[in-house]
């Protein structure tokens, strides 16, 4: 199963292509509230793999006939640009964007109040402006954060991150030539830093053992996830009043 | 079983954040009680008031309470009510008994008389239903048509530091820049007079930095420097 | 308003370790496989579970490959939920459950190599044998990925090759039959009020909090992976719900006597 341009081994000396270690993130880029007229918006980095969020409503529902009388209902749409990969992605619905679509609004609904806002509509949309693999994670990410951005009531942020396999070895934050070239890929969505998986896809051969060490290490990676974008979410609102401190 | 605070009054906080913990400190608006946490399930300042534990969000839309003074739009009628945009994922209504004192008669009376499509309106929220069905009263001494003037949006929870403690932020801003201004609750906020163009940027400046300390000094500065 | 009050009775049932149908949490209904039923198919098979009822039929064509695999044939994964197996299905487009199905089904064929696609080349570059997997459901009561991705392995462990003329395929003629060197099974495991349970129907199925589909190969290895569903697993859960798509894996694979 030799495809086309493989490279020889995805492992040198016991570090990635890129030089990683087996259980590095690419560098991470958050920004928050960085859209003038989505309600709320973020986007989120994994290295060159480059997701923007964007939420609209909670909005007066239409079609009228999908409304639910106790709870808002939620539309999420996932999209890839048509330059975000080296070959020309032909714009418009995809099976595998009507899929993710679907995967991403399961776990971003896992944590939104929907109770306090019947009959109205909430909008997602996720764009890959760029794709380095690990796509979907990035753009949940980056959803999570419009959501809170958009003042929409959440249990907790959620965290993603993907996991592989690669030359046997199991890695963290799989980017695209070990996404192509490598055996496993694996996209796992938490609440926070709980132990609640609320998205995971797998696609690739692993083993039982193989599973709950990928789980975990995903866990690890997701705990990370979390405290950038904690962090994200302080930085953009500081209210000032340590330096006000400091300068008495 | 013990009860802790773990944040003060104005703590800027993230929603899933552990606000208090144990059975006497109660989640109000913006917070959740998660088994024996009190959490938020919002970003914003922490306001505390005897036990109960609130979050002032920096952020949403606007859901109407009965009571609130709103701006609104109409933008539809039928014989006798018209439907008001309130700036809400939820539509008002407006019967024609809210609004006029008169006897009509519907047969000889185009209700547009009174207020038309495209009108701007000062009004008070009479009801607010459990479906949420929302009626407006203009039965307010504050309650008319606006005319003229511009419309600027805020986020709703930003507007009690627009007005500020007994409305002093907005006083300020009136005076100093000769503006009549009214603030709906809603976020809408009508301007109209000498400096509108300095009393927008004072607003702006608030709806950007609403959270932060020190912000009514700014504010006054603003409005020193440019008003000469 | 039938669809809340069965969810309320289902996860009051399920909480207190119960099934509407007395079976236990993770036992399958009564499960039915013909093989062979569509004449005009290369391969095809009809899969009843409960009241369950899903026909694949495989279908061969000649094709070009992809790009990046030129000398591999192309497998393709269709699922129509039928208008006529529920009255919640409409006509029309897939819809997002729809594409689901398919994509779940399409990877555990796909990830288990269990198709040998280098075997399936006719002229390198240029014509590839294309197999068209097409799930169409004919009666709606739950389970449709465990049902379709049964159905479709045994539809293709039953396919036959047709001869080709030059260009021109001779349907009808058999060449040799399709090589199937794996039997991949998706099962999947729902939660409902906090238990897990197999195999469940409609009922049980609206009032899931989440669904989690493992799908294993012969070796107990697992090829795809898939969580539905508003709700989470915790770590925990999901080895459960690994570990009894390993058993019952073997279990319907048996019932393929394979």
């Known amino acids: 199963m030799t495809k086309a341009g493989a490279p020889e081994k995805l492992i040198i000396d016991g570090k990635r292509i890129d030089g990683r270690g087996f259980e590095e993130f690419r560098p991470i880029e958050i920004k928050v509230a960085n859209l003038k007229n989505a309600g709320g918006s973020a986007s989120f980095k994994f290295g060159n793999t480059f997701a923007q969020a964007a939420i609209f409503g909670p909005q007066e529902m239409h079609p009228r006939h999908l409304l639910d009388p106790q709870k808002a209902y939620i539309k999420c749409r996932y999209t890839m640009a048509p330059f975000s990969t080296k070959e020309r992605i032909r714009p418009g619905r995809s099976r595998r964007g009507t899929e993710i679509s679907k995967v991403s609004k399961e776990a971003l609904a896992s944590v939104i109040f929907l109770e306090d806002y019947p009959k109205t509509l909430i909008n997602i949309y996720i764009e890959i402006l760029q794709a380095d693999a690990t796509t979907r994670c990035a753009g949940l990410n980056a959803a999570s954060l419009a959501l809170v951005d958009a003042g929409i009531p959440i249990k907790n942020l959620i965290t993603s991150c993907s996991v592989g396999k690669i030359d046997g070895q199991i890695v963290l934050d799989v980017d695209g030539l070990e996404d192509n070239y490598g055996d496993v890929d694996m996209a796992i969505g938490m609440i926070g830093n709980e132990n609640k998986y609320v998205l995971l896809q797998m696609d690739g051969i692993i083993t039982r053992e193989d599973l709950s060490k990928m789980l975990e290490l995903a866990k690890t990676g997701c705990s990370k996830i979390f405290e950038l974008e904690k962090n994200a979410l302080t930085e953009k609102y500081k209210t000032g009043e340590l330096n006000e401190e400091k300068h008495e | 079983m013990e009860s802790e605070l773990f944040v003060n009054e104005r703590e800027l906080v993230i929603p899933g954040q552990t606000l208090a913990k144990g059975l006497d400190y109660l989640p109000s608006s913006g917070c959740f009680r998660d088994n024996n946490e009190v959490k938020a399930k919002l970003l914003g300042l922490v306001r505390l008031k005897d036990r109960f534990v609130s979050i002032v969000p920096l952020a949403g839309v606007y859901i109407p309470k009965p009571g609130d003074g709103v701006i609104g739009f109409v933008k539809d009628m039928q014989t006798s009510l018209w439907v008001i945009d309130i700036n809400s994922p939820y539509d008002s209504i407006m019967l024609l008994g809210q609004a006029v004192d008169e006897y009509i008669d519907l047969n000889k009376t185009d209700i547009s008389m009174f207020y038309d499509i495209g009108d701007v309106i000062y009004a008070k929220v009479l009801s607010v239903s459990k479906s949420k069905s929302v009626h407006l009263t203009m039965n307010d001494y504050r309650a008319r048509k606006l005319i003229g003037g511009r419309i600027m949006k805020i986020t709703p929870s930003k507007v009690p530091r627009l007005i500020g403690r007994e409305g002093s932020m907005i006083e300020m801003i009136k005076d100093k820049t000769k503006t009549q201004i009214i603030v709906g609750q809603n976020g809408i906020v009508w301007l109209k007079g000498e400096k509108e163009a300095l009393a927008v940027k004072a607003v702006l400046t608030i709806e950007n930095e609403s959270h932060t300390v020190g912000l009514t000094d700014r504010i006054s500065e603003l409005l020193e420097k440019e008003s000469e | ?258």
Not at chain 3, 65 to 78: A, H, T, W
Not at chain 3, 232 to 238: G, L
């Open chain 3, 1 to 258: 308003m039938k669809k809340s009050m069965n969810k309320s009775f289902v996860t009051r049932l399920v909480g207190k370790g119960e099934r509407a149908d007395g079976r236990q949490f993770d036992q399958f209904r009564e499960i039915k496989i013909e093989t062979g039923v569509i004449k005009t198919a290369e391969g095809s098979a009809r899969v009843k579970m409960g009241k369950t009822e899903v026909i694949v039929g495989v279908k061969m064509s000649v094709g070009e490959p992809y790009p990046d695999i030129p000398n591999e044939g192309v497998l393709s994964v269709n699922a129509e939920l039928s208008p006529l197996s529920s009255p919640q299905f409409e006509p029309g487009p897939p819809t997002e459950e729809g594409v689901e199905i398919a994509r779940v089904i399409d990877r555990g064929i796909r990830e288990s190599k269990c198709m040998q696609v280098e075997k399936l080349c006719i002229e390198p570059n240029e014509k590839v044998w294309r197999v068209n997997v097409d799930l169409h459901v004919l009666d709606y009561d739950g389970n449709l990925i465990d049902a379709g991705g049964l159905a479709a392995i045994a539809a293709l462990l039953t396919t036959n090759i047709p001869k080709l003329d030059g260009d021109k395929v001779l349907y009808g003629e058999v060449d040799r039959p399709l090589e199937i060197k794996d039997v991949p099974i998706p099962i999947t495991t729902t939660k409902i009020s906090g238990k897990l349970l197999l195999d469940p129907n409609l009922d049980e199925q609206d009032a899931a909090q989440a669904r989690i589909t493992l799908t294993s190969t012969k070796d107990g290895n697992f090829c795809s992976i898939q969580k539905g569903g508003r709700g989470y697993f915790t770590k925990e859960e999901i080895e459960k719900a690994a570990d009894l798509s390993i058993l019952k894996g073997k279990e319907l694979r048996q019932l393929l006597s394979v």
